[in-house]
C-alpha cells in the first residue's frame, strides 16, 4: 500500500456475533461483508480525486470451543481519500448489521490501539519508520496464538484482500 500512495490510514477492528443468537458470523459471511463494504466505499469516494483502495487483513478467533467466533481486522485504504477510520467503522457496523439482521450497534468495535481516528503512515514523513513499526505493532494483534486453538481442525485462520500492483 505504502508503494501506491503517499498516506496510508490502517484502523484495527473487531467483530462479534450477537450474544445469544444462534447465528454466528462464518468465515464466508465476512468475506461478503468485506465485498460489501469495499463496494460501498468505492462508489461513495468514486468521484473524488483519490480511490480509497481498501484492503483488509483478518482472522477469526475462538475463545472457547463452545463460543462463537469472533473477528479481528486491520484495514488499510489510502489515507488521501480516507481520513477518519471511525468512517471504515461505521461501513462495517452497516454491512454486519445487514447481514445479521440486527439494529445492534454493539457488534463492531474501534479498537482503542487505533489511537483517535487510526494509526497513518505518511510515505514523506521523517517518521515513516516510526509510523510502520506502530501499525505493525498494532496488527500484530491478530498474529497472537492464544485462543485460536479453539478454531476447527483445517479452518482457514488468516485471510487478507489482494493487492494488485499498477
Known amino acids: ?7 496510508v490510514l490502517s ?16 468465515s464466508e459471511d465476512m468475506t ?24 483488509v487483513v483478518w482472522v477469526s478467533e475462538k475463545t472457547t470451543s463452545d463460543d462463537n467466533p469472533h473477528y479481528h481486522l486491520n484495514i488499510f485504504v489510502n489515507g488521501n481519500a480516507i481520513q477518519n477510520g471511525y468512517l471504515i467503522k461505521e461501513a462495517f457496523n452497516r454491512a454486519v ?8 450497534d454493539g457488534l463492531v468495535n474501534f479498537s482503542s490501539s487505533n489511537g483517535k481516528m487510526g494509526k497513518f503512515i505518511e510515505r514523506n514523513s521523517p517518521d515513516v519508520d516510526a509510523q510502520m513499526d506502530d501499525v505493525v505493532y498494532t496488527a500484530s494483534y491478530l498474529a497472537k496464538t492464544r485462543s485460536k486453538e479453539h478454531n476447527p481442525k483445517g479452518s482457514r485462520v488468516p485471510s487478507s484482500t489482494r493487492i494488485r500492483k499498477k
Open 1 to 7: 500500500m505504502g508503494s501506491k500512495h503517499s498516506r
Open 11 to 26: 484502523v484495527r477492528l473487531d467483530i462479534h456475533s450477537e450474544r445469544y443468537s444462534d447465528y454466528a458470523l462464518s
Open 32 to 55: 461478503r461483508i468485506i465485498e460489501n463494504v469495499k463496494r460501498q466505499t468505492d462508489s461513495r469516494f468514486k468521484n473524488g480525486k483519490n480511490d480509497p483502495d481498501l484492503h
Open 97 to 104: 448489521k445487514k447481514k445479521l439482521d440486527t439494529d445492534n
